[in-house]
């Protein structure tokens, strides 16, 4: 299994010595990687000091690594990539072990000084500072508030919005079991593992919906789950890491005391921590919406910049009903009519995650996001039937016609 590991790395890492582009491979793959082939048993060879050299002549001034493109959670934050980058040259350094010390002290400085947006950005903070020796103290902060987050159901989510899923509650369990000692008989870490057997298929496997932008066509590789099998892959590996580390023994050191999982005061707790991360899209707007009045202007200060005729980014337009139908290069509709909670479309411009969220980040000075507010005009068309009038399509109105 190593050796065909290896083999399909070889051209990657070739590729990175070269540093033809700013990232030619990300650091997440390579962090993931290599955690992978020293779980294997992979002795450090040529391919790993190729890999701790590339990390650490990409590292960033400010001690991080950049995650690439974002497809979270698989894609994830420059949190995730950091602690993974540093985690992979502490497994396998390469010869300038003065270097790699520097750099990893760099790496911790940054994560520490991070305030994460999302439940993996707070997963992955605790693995570096694990990682990097952080205190007892620092990890039962950390370790609380992953607690903390736990539904009522034992799972936990990726998003306040978002339902219970193996990912999240697989990595945290794998979080608290491994960086802050929690044992598999504590109360939290039990419920846990209730709601992954629970929600465990009868061929092994757990489904976890896609939330990211679908910019490439689908493609089949045989995991369960069609479209989703992207993310359900590796949310299976966290669940069953999680249960693995139930039942056997692991080299753990204990910070954090069993507590009982339904004391009031824990449970006040969740109630606080889920009030003061309430961000759930909002409702549709109780009113009737025009589209040229409401909507258009929407798409026209938003997204016509890079979806429209001239420019369909991933051949995604917003210039017609059926456009959004269509979809792009994914071959998903973006809109289902008289189901805004199931489009597409709703959730990107509405998501809490300022990484998912469209128009991206480094566009919004020229191409502002949607307001909660326009979030829900938009719901209320697309539950009031997405209407596109092909009339006004075709013949602007006469307050839209220059000229005299």
């Known amino acids: 299994m190593i050796d065909r590991q290896v083999a399909n790395w070889q051209p990657r890492i070739s590729r990175?010595?070269?540093?033809?582009?700013?990232?030619?491979?990300?650091?997440?793959?390579?962090?993931?990687?290599?955690?992978?082939?020293?779980?294997?048993?992979?002795?450090?060879?040529?391919?790993?000091?190729?890999?701790?050299?590339?990390?650490?002549?990409?590292?960033q001034p400010d001690g991080s690594w950049k995650a690439g493109i974002?497809?979270?959670?698989?894609?994830?934050?420059?949190?995730?990539?950091?602690?993974?980058?540093?985690?992979?040259?502490?497994?396998?350094?390469?010869?300038?072990?003065?270097?790699?010390?520097?750099t990893i002290a760099r790496a911790r400085r940054w994560l520490i000084r991070q305030s994460p947006q999302t439940h993996q950005d707070h997963v992955f903070r605790m693995f570096g500072m694990a990682w990097t020796g952080s205190g007892p103290n620092q990890l039962k902060s950390e370790a609380r508030y992953l607690m903390g987050q736990q539904r009522d159901d034992g799972g936990w989510g990726q998003l306040p919005g978002l339902a219970s899923d193996a990912w999240a509650t697989g990595q945290t369990l794998v979080v608290l079991r491994t960086a802050a000692g929690m044992s598999p008989?504590?109360?939290?870490?039990?419920?846990?593992?209730?709601w992954l057997l629970k929600h465990q298929f009868q061929d092994g496997s757990w489904h976890v919906k896609t939330r990211s932008w679908p910019f490439q066509p689908y493609f089949e590789s045989d995991f369960p789950f069609g479209r989703d099998q992207w993310?359900?892959?590796?949310?299976?590996a966290?669940?069953?890491?999680?249960?693995?580390?139930?039942?056997?023994?692991?080299?753990?050191?204990?910070?954090?005391?069993?507590?009982?999982?339904?004391?009031?005061?824990?449970?006040?707790?969740?109630?606080d921590s889920r009030m003061a991360n309430s961000t759930s899209l909002p409702a549709a707007a109780e009113q009737n919406v025009d589209f040229y009045e409401d909507i258009f202007p929407l798409f026209e200060r938003s997204c016509l910049g890079c979806h429209g005729e001239e420019k369909a980014e991933a051949n995604f337009a917003v210039v017609s009903r059926e456009s959004l139908l269509r979809g792009g290069d994914s071959e998903l509709p973006a809109i289902v009519p008289s189901a805004s909670k199931d489009s597409p479309l709703v959730r990107f411009v509405g998501d809490v995650d300022a990484q998912v969220k469209m128009p991206p980040a480094e566009a919004r000075e020229k191409f502002p996001a949607f307001s909660r507010h326009e979030v829900s005009l938009l719901r209320a068309w697309v539950d009031q039937g997405a209407s596109w009038p092909v009339e006004e399509q075709d013949h602007p109105r006469q307050d839209q016609v220059s000229g005299d």
């Open 16 to 59: 990175a010595y070269q540093l033809d582009s700013p990232f030619p491979v990300a650091p997440r793959f390579l962090g993931y990687g290599m955690w992978g082939f020293a779980e294997l048993g992979y002795a450090a060879s040529e391919l790993t000091d190729a890999v701790s050299w590339y990390l650490a002549n990409t590292q």
């Open 231 to 236: 993310v359900s892959a590796p949310a299976t």
């Open 238 to 271: 966290w669940a069953v890491m999680a249960l693995t580390l139930a039942i056997d023994p692991v080299d753990v050191v204990r910070v954090l005391p069993s507590q009982p999982a339904d004391t009031e005061k824990v449970k006040e707790a969740k109630r």
């Open 70 to 102: 974002f497809r979270p959670p698989v894609g994830g934050s420059d949190v995730l990539a950091t602690s993974l980058a540093l985690r992979a040259m502490q497994l396998y350094p390469c010869e300038d072990r003065q270097k790699m010390e520097m």
């Open 185 to 194: 008989n504590d109360p939290y870490y039990r419920n846990g593992v209730r």
